[in-house]
C-alpha cells in the first residue's frame, strides 16, 4: 500500500506523559482514512504528531517516505493542512483575513499575495458557503459558521494533505453532511489525502476508504470499514454492546448501539 504517512515506534508525550506508545500506522495516500475511538485514546494527540506540530519522545514519522523532522516547515506547510481541534483566531479577525492566512506558506519575500492566491480564496471561501460572509469578524459568528470558515482556510492552502480533527464540531446535521460530502468531492476530484477525526462511526464509515481504531495509545484495528467496524471493535474500543448491519442507503457497516436500559429490557 502507498502512503502519505507512515510511523514506526511513535512515542508521543504531554509533560513526560505517553499518550501514544511505540505505534506504527499506515495511512494511504490518496484516499480517506478516519481515526476514530474514544475520548482520551489518542486521536487527536496522533493527528498533531502527523502534522509534526508534536515532537515525538521516540519513533518516526515519514511523509511521503520521507522522515517529516528533515523537512523544512514551509515544505510540510506546502505539504499538508492542519484543522486543529477548537481552533483560536486572533480578536477581530474577518472571516477573509483568516481564509487569507492559509496562502502565507506559498508566498516569500519577493512574492507577495498573488491573483492565485486571490482565486484559491475565493474558491475556498465559496465551497463552504463562507462568501457572503467574508466580511464579518470571526467572533461575530456562530459556532457552526466559525467552523467552515476554518475549514475553508484549510482548503484555501491547496494541499495534497488535510488533516482535521473533527471538522464536524457545532455543525447542524445539514451542514455535516455537507462538509463530509465536500471533502469526500476533493478526495474524488482532485486525489487529495484526508486524515480526520470522526465521532460518528456511521459517517466514518460512509465516508472513509480506511478506519484506524485507535484504545489508549495503541492501534485496536485498522483497514477498510468492512474490516474494521465489528461489534468486537466497539465492544473493545467503546465499552459498548452494538449491532453491526448494513446501512441501507450505502451498505457499508452501521453501528446500532445497544444501551443498558435495553439489554435490561429484553431480560425482562
Known amino acids: 500500500m502507498e502512503t502519505a504517512f ?6 508521543l508525550s504531554y509533560d513526560r506523559t505517553a499518550i501514544i506508545r511505540e505505534l506504527n500506522v499506515d495511512i494511504p495516500i490518496h484516499r480517506i ?5 474514544a475520548n482520551g485514546c489518542g486521536k487527536s494527540t496522533l493527528l498533531k504528531g502527523l502534522a509534526r506540530l508534536l515532537k515525538p519522545q521516540s519513533g518516526i514519522v515519514y511523509l511521503n517516505g520521507t522522515a517529516i523532522a528533515q523537512l523544512a516547515t514551509k515544505e510540510v506547510a506546502k505539504q499538508l493542512g492542519m484543522l486543529p481541534q477548537s481552533p483560536i483566531a486572533p480578536e477581530g479577525l474577518t472571516v477573509r483575513e483568516l481564509v487569507a492566512q492559509g496562502r502565507y506558506p506559498h508566498q516569500s519575500w519577493f512574492q507577495q499575495w498573488s491573483k492565485e492566491d486571490e482565486q484559491f480564496m475565493e474558491q475556498a471561501l465559496a465551497m463552504t458557503g463562507m462568501t457572503e460572509l467574508g466580511d464579518r469578524p470571526l467572533d461575530s459568528l456562530s459556532g457552526g459558521q466559525r467552523q467552515r ?12 494533505i488535510l488533516l482535521l480533527d473533527e471538522p464536524t464540531t457545532f455543525l447542524d446535521l445539514a451542514h455535516q453532511i455537507e462538509v ?3 471533502l469526500y468531492d476533493l478526495n474524488q476530484t482532485r486525489g ?17 476508504d480506511y478506519l484506524v ?5 495503541h492501534i485496536y484495528a485498522q483497514g477498510s470499514p468492512v474490516e474494521v467496524m465489528t461489534g468486537a471493535m466497539v465492544r473493545e474500543v467503546f465499552g459498548l454492546e452494538s449491532r453491526i448491519v448494513p446501512d ?13 436500559r435495553t439489554l435490561v429490557r429484553d431480560d425482562l
Not at 507512515?6 to 512515542?11: A, I, M, S, V
Not at 487529495?192 to 459517517?203: A, K
Not at 481504531?213 to 495509545?217: D, F, L, N, S, V
Open 6 to 11: 507512515t510511523t514506526r515506534k511513535l512515542t
Open 33 to 37: 482514512t478516519a481515526l476514530v475511538g
Open 149 to 160: 470558515a476554518w475549514i475553508a482556510m484549510a482548503l484555501a492552502q491547496n494541499t495534497p
Open 180 to 182: 463530509l460530502d465536500l
Open 192 to 208: 487529495q489525502t484526508i486524515v480526520m477525526v470522526l465521532h460518528d462511526l456511521n459517517q466514518a464509515c460512509r465516508y472513509a
Open 213 to 217: 481504531a485507535m484504545k489508549q495509545g
Open 248 to 260: 441501507p442507503v450505502t451498505g457499508t457497516p452501521m453501528c446500532i448501539p445497544i444501551s443498558q
